[in-house]
């Protein structure tokens, strides 16, 4: 499903929102002292984070039915996600992108996608152990890495028990 020219002029109207907050965030967390992780590695265009985009939504969101309807109709309405999923546990909604072609591994609407799919994978940057999806060529990588590598170094470790170190502190 193509987006035509009024949806294109209010996704755009929607991304420059979300440029600015996105900006304005990041500066205070700038200010705050940052992401413990930087952006590792590049995209494979395996496609796996539009199978299935997901959002997590604060409580308000989750728990206000009108507010929870008006998000939900917006991302069906504006940006052809459609739920498919709620994760409960962590107020987290599954969506099915129509603009996504399974076949070509795809978007039809590239140029006009909303802005968690061009923020992606950042956004799971500021996570306590960000998980990128599996067959993702981006990763986290701790900043500081080189510092924690020359410890390890030092430490009496095997080499399975170094390669696990490395591996789940995003060493590498």
């Not at 995209?43 to 199978?51: K, L, P, S, V």
């Not at 504006?78 to 399974?102: E, I, K, M, Y």
Request: with cysteine; glycine share 10%; aromatic share 8%.
């Amino acid at each position: 499903m193509e987006d035509g020219r009024l949806r294109r002029a209010v996704k755009r109207v929607a991304r420059l929102h979300f440029d600015l907050e996105l900006r304005v965030r990041r500066g205070l967390h700038a200010v705050r002292g940052g992401s413990l992780y930087a952006l590792g590695g590049e995209c494979r265009r395996c496609a796996r984070c539009c199978e299935a985009p997901s959002i997590q939504v604060g409580r308000l969101l989750w728990y206000l039915p009108i507010a929870r309807r008006a998000f939900l109709w917006w991302q069906e309405r504006v940006n052809g996600f459609v739920l498919s999923d709620r994760l409960p546990a962590s107020r987290v909604f599954v969506f099915r992108c129509t603009h996504f072609d399974l076949e070509t591994r795809g978007c039809d609407s590239y140029g006009s996608r909303p802005g968690i799919c061009r923020d992606y994978p950042r956004g799971l940057l500021d996570q306590p152990r960000p998980d990128m999806l599996p067959g993702c060529g981006y990763r986290p990588v701790l900043r500081g890495a080189a510092r924690m590598l020359r410890v390890l170094d030092g430490q009496p470790l095997t080499p399975e028990q170094r390669e696990k170190l490395t591996r789940e502190l995003h060493l590498e």
